[in-house]
Nanobody
Framework: QVRLVESGGGLVQAGSSLRLSCVAA????????MGWYRQAPGEQRELVAN???????NYADPVKGRFAISRDNVKRIVYLQMNSLKPEDTAVYYC?????????WGQGTQVTVSS
């Protein structure tokens, strides 16, 4: 079955960096668009960035120039490099893909940025 497992979250100070990883199983990873989303307390889940099978990327405005999404098709991992973190980046970060028209999500990894 499809399985997405995120890791790499943590508690950091503003201005720091983190790299999130999402390992995928159960899909032909190299052909799927992979996305990172986040959900802050009391807020709706929102797109952070996604990357297509040909490595085209798309970013939400609040993270442009600070975050970078990448993928390793051999290791079946999608990464989110987060630099210059701000307190407003605090959220649970989720990995997502679509397989046979159904959304699949990981369990999420908490990122907390202190001021």
């Amino acid at each position: 079955q499809v399985r997405l497992v995120e890791s790499g979250g943590g508690l950091v100070q503003a201005g720091s960096s983190l790299r999130l990883s999402c390992v995928a199983a159960g899909i032909n990873f190299r052909i799927h668009t992979m996305g990172w989303y986040r959900q802050a307390p009391g807020e709706q889940r929102e797109l952070v960035a996604n990357i297509t099978s040909d490595h085209s990327t798309n970013y939400a405005d609040p993270v442009k120039g600070r975050f970078a999404i990448s993928r390793d098709n051999v290791k079946r991992i999608v990464y989110l490099q987060m630099n210059s973190l701000k307190p407003e980046d605090t959220a649970v970060y989720y990995c997502k893909t679509v397989y046979h028209s159904r959304d699949y999500w990981g369990q999420g990894t908490q990122v907390t940025v202190s001021s």
